[in-house]
């Protein structure tokens, strides 16, 4: 395959992973804004715990979307790691999240019906790409490409010629 090929190749996987992210996010945002309506609206609980309750329902919902969904072809082994990981990165998108709705509530006041929501989808966008980042790049790792596999299995069950020189050792 070309370069350019291969570089198609990957721009298309990357899309059809970004828009099956966009379509988990699509469906965790309204989970979220609507766990956060309820509790604002219905209870008597401060705004910023209402979004954390509602961040933590989303986030739930979201685990499972991702993982079989949007990244139902990654790595399985080690789900305990996987799941530490996602929860960890997953708590630092929700103080980014709510941090935002914090310092505009608490900070300037900002705190009517459409500026809190407003502000709460505001800090979901900030957060989404940093979420998106990390659960990629941490969380749902990557398998090895199949064509790399197969090279390699091809080497080791291919007889070595006497006239074929010893490969280096990797990282010597």
Known sequence: MSERGALRARLNRLAREVAKFGA???LGVLVNMAAFNLLR?????????????AT??????????F????????????RTKEL??????????????NGVLYVTTYGFDWDGPLQSNFFKVFGIGVATLFRFW????????????RETVQAAEMLLTEPRRADQPVPDRVGS
Request: proline content about 3%; cysteine-free; aromatic content about 18%.
């Open 41 to 53: 609206h219905n209870t008597e609980i401060p705004m910023v715990r209402a979004s954390l309750l």
């Open 134 to 145: 990390s659960y990629r790049t941490w969380v749902f790792r990557a398998l090895p490409a």
């Open 84 to 97: 530490t990981l996602f929860l960890l990165f997953s708590a630092v998108g929700a103080v980014i999240e």
């Open 67 to 78: 993982r079989y969904f949007t990244y139902r072809d990654r790595d399985k082994s080690g």
């Open 56 to 65: 933590f329902i989303a986030i739930l919902f979201n685990y499972v979307g």
């Open 24 to 26: 988990v996010g699509a």
